[in-house]
């Protein structure tokens, strides 16, 4: 099983950075995601980490310590469009299925 | 275009009632899955396929039911049998390990 956390609630001001973090417990790590999520929409993929290290996609980078159960998603430069709620999901190893567990999400308010 | 859908986007179900929800995807992806989201919740697994006529329960399968009769679609039952239906159902995807989940655009489900 997994135990995944992430703040439940960040605010932050436009043009700003901000740090969401996610921290993770599981017996087979087999990659971690972070998806963004509007309100009554679908989740879009944003990053996925795998070996340890950052990972730089444009505004938005992930980073990943496996042996902290530790990763982070950075967005620079905030919009307000930005504003969304941002989940964390790792994906575990055994039993072929490769189904990521989700945590809460991080609902991200910026302000002018 | 290649990618997920969902039908309907709202649907209303009387007490008692058993409801299907539509997910079919043009992606060849083998695996599909159904999470559930309640507000301020994360996504839970309901059930997963990895292969046609195959599928397997997630965390919250009571009251529900699926089928994968055909590939590129993996229906959802919400039967009379779940006590809080009401929720906002998510229908995804992958190719394999190593790569990000698509989802589908959702289904909101209330009970009236």
């Known amino acids: 099983g997994q135990n995944i956390d992430q703040p439940t609630e960040m605010t932050a001001t436009e043009g700003a950075i901000v740090q969401i973090n996610c921290t993770y417990q599981?017996?087979?790590?087999?990659?971690l995601f972070w998806y963004q999520q509007h309100a009554g929409e679908a989740p879009t993929f944003l990053s996925y980490?795998?070996?340890?290290g950052l990972e730089e996609k444009g505004r938005f980078s992930s980073f990943l310590s496996r042996s902290k159960g530790y990763s982070y998603l950075l967005l620079k430069e905030l919009q307000m469009k930005d504003s969304a709620s941002y989940l964390c999901?790792?994906?575990?190893?055994?039993?072929?299925?490769?189904?990521?567990?989700f945590g809460r999400g991080t609902s991200l308010i910026v302000h002018p | 275009d290649g990618g997920i859908t969902q039908s309907p986007k709202y649907l209303f179900r009387k007490e008692g009632q058993n409801v299907t929800l539509s997910c079919e995807q043009n992606l060849n992806h083998d695996a599909m899955y159904w999470y559930r989201q309640d507000p301020g919740q994360g996504l839970r697994l309901i059930y997963y396929s990895q292969i046609v006529n195959d599928f397997q329960k997630g965390d919250i399968a009571e009251g529900y039911s699926v089928s994968r009769e055909k590939k590129e679609s993996f229906p959802l039952t919400v039967t009379s049998a779940q006590k809080n239906p009401t929720a906002f159902y998510l229908c995804a995807s992958h190719l394999g390990a190593g790569t990000e989940a698509f989802f589908g655009q959702g289904t909101r489900l209330t009970v009236v």
């Open positions: 980490n795998v070996l340890d």
């Open positions: 599981t017996s087979g790590f087999n990659g």
């Open positions: 999901a790792v994906r575990e190893r055994g039993g072929g299925s490769y189904i990521p567990t």
